[in-house]
């Protein structure tokens, strides 16, 4: 006979009369799933510190204007960058391991030139602080920091030597790259914020522009625009000039006079800035470098464009002097170290012009007389605030030492505004924390179909040759959308509802567009189901908590 069951026989389990909600089953896990921020590679690797996917997420719905304002917040210049950035987000992008990186300088392009045709607006300052700060330098670094602390709410004044602001954007790169009437626009709508520009106005004594003007605060964004001299034994009829110097002669009616056979001496992307000048100019240009096309400085899509033109490249060689009209060329070869030496193998050939593209330098001499900004082989020494030695003195862009080009810069001038209102209000300027890496291993890259990277229109072969057209052109609306939809979104959840879909104890619960979800830990059981199953890898399994 069976014994009989009554209210004090103990059951094997711990169900609790009329509903099994009575027993709370994720108190039997280990690892609990959670919703985190992860920083995508693109955004981490970009110079000006974009936030890369969080735009494309918004314009792949053709959120377009939204897109744009994102970019705003961290980058004056959408429009600028989008056709001089060299996009090391791309080099970094996690679906290049897929198939191709996204095309996200292609789809900024778009999105600033979009900014111009609409006339969309920049964002409004906030309230005046009382302060004014003044920049020294109205190139990439300077325009920045100036549209950011104009934001900010203090009171910026702009003071450059040169007769049109821009800097290195005007006065170092060609048209057929970046057109004028996109840089002035931009620039423009800076300038409506309230920046005071003065131009044509060259600093010579900083502490005493300081006073006079009674500044609160400084930011130093001085180009490097003096050339980097090389010594070559050359007669008096040797017709020796810089890169910089011709580059920026481009910008005024009279050509420079170079003659029809060009030498560049330098393998960066200002020679070959130059040599494709040249060729526009209906010269013969010729590269001359002293090692390996694979090391040199210029980026490799730069000196194919220019091989493509007719530029011609000698690697591997040193000019060892000129006379009148001819140059002696060395050729090098490499040690066992992988460096050049000489071979005393000698070339002669005609050349109307040397045009010297070796570096350029910053001219610091204005800020000699403050003694606690130090300075080390060209540049000025900066904290992690980019904060001088002197109090309220802050450096950025070419000024300091780093890598010198335009995305570099701006994010320097954002940076320095930021600090610099910090300093303003008594503290110290922290960078925020941007989340863990968004690892190409997290993603479930099976979710994403094959989508071929859109290849960016080019101008025809003849007028590269003869005019200063813009080389590389626009995406379509049609092309940006699909490109914008090709970013898989690293590290960040885009609402795809996989999670919901695939959880076996239905504990997820959907909150709303652009709310998320939320996971009902009394009964998630951390299986890891949603975690496996995440396309963007946006859900991390931690350690249960005792």
């Not at 069951?5 to 959670?34: C, M, Q, V, Y």
């Not at 500044?215 to 890169?243: C, E």
């Not at 992307?269 to 090391?295: C, F, H, I, S, W």
Request: net charge negative; with cysteine.
């Amino acid at each position: 006979m069976s014994e009989k069951i009554n209210d004090e026989t103990p059951f094997a389990i711990t169900l609790k009369p009329l509903t099994s909600l009575e027993n709370h089953t994720g108190a039997w896990r280990t690892l609990k799933p959670a919703y985190n921020f992860h920083e995508p590679p693109c955004s981490a690797t970009c110079p000006a510190g974009e936030r890369c996917r969080d735009w494309l997420f918004l314009a792949e719905d053709g959120g377009y204007e939204a897109a744009w304002r994102k970019i705003m917040e961290d980058n004056p210049f959408p429009a600028v960058m989008g056709r001089v950035c060299y996009h090391t987000c791309e080099t970094a992008c996690n679906r290049g391991q897929l198939d191709e990186s996204v095309g996200i300088n292609s789809v900024e392009r778009f999105l600033g030139d979009e900014a111009l045709e609409k006339g969309w607006a920049s964002p409004v300052p906030a309230q005046p602080s009382g302060k004014k700060v003044l920049v020294v330098g109205a190139g990439p670094a300077g325009l920045s920091a100036a549209y950011h602390l104009t934001l900010l709410g203090h009171q910026v004044t702009v003071v450059d030597s040169a007769p049109e602001a821009g800097g290195m954007m005007r006065y170092g790169i060609p048209k057929y790259r970046l057109p004028r009437d996109i840089l002035d626009k931009e620039i423009d709508r800076i300038v409506k914020l309230g920046v005071k520009l003065e131009l044509s106005h060259e600093v010579q004594d900083l502490e005493a522009e300081m006073k006079a003007g009674g500044y609160d605060a400084v930011f130093l964004g001085v180009g490097a625009k003096l050339a980097r001299r090389a010594y070559i034994p050359a007669g008096d009829s040797a017709h020796i000039l810089d890169a910089v110097s011709v580059l920026r002669s481009m910008e005024g009616e009279e050509k420079p006079m170079l003659g029809r056979r060009v030498v560049v001496y330098g393998g960066g992307n200002t020679a070959v800035d130059v040599a494709r000048t040249v060729k526009r100019l209906g010269a013969e240009p010729l590269m001359v470098y002293r090692r390996t096309r694979q090391k040199a400085p210029a980026h490799s899509f730069e000196i194919e464009e220019a091989i493509e033109e007719g530029v011609t490249m000698k690697w591997l060689s040193t000019i060892a002097d000129a006379e009148g009209g001819e140059i002696r060329i060395e050729k090098m070869e490499l040690d066992e170290n992988g460096s050049p030496k000489p071979t005393g193998e000698f070339e002669t050939i005609t050349a109307d012009s040397v045009v010297l593209a070796l570096g350029q330098q910053t001219d610091l001499s204005f800020i000699e007389g403050l003694s606690e900004v130090k300075t080390k082989d060209g540049s000025i020494e900066v904290d992690d605030t980019l904060m001088t030695g002197k109090a309220g003195v802050f450096a950025g862009g070419d000024a300091i030492e780093g890598a010198r080009n335009v995305t570099v810069a701006i994010g320097h001038g954002k940076k320095a505004a930021r600090a610099i209102n910090a300093w303003l209000r008594g503290e110290k300027y922290a960078e925020p924390y941007r989340g863990k890496p968004a690892e190409f291993s997290n993603l479930n890259t099976w979710y994403f179909s094959d989508a071929p990277k859109t290849v960016r229109p080019m101008l025809d072969m003849v007028r590269r040759q003869t005019t200063f057209e813009e080389v590389l052109k626009g995406l379509t609306e049609e092309n940006a959308l699909y490109e914008a939809r090709r970013c898989m979104s690293c590290g960040n959840c885009f609402e795809c509802d996989n999670c919901y879909g695939v959880c076996p104890d239905n504990v997820i619960e959907k909150l709303g567009p652009g709310r998320g979800y939320k996971i009902d830990y009394e009964f998630c059981k951390g299986c890891g189901i949603c975690a496996n199953e995440c396309p963007c890898g946006a859900i991390d399994m931690k350690k249960e908590e005792i």
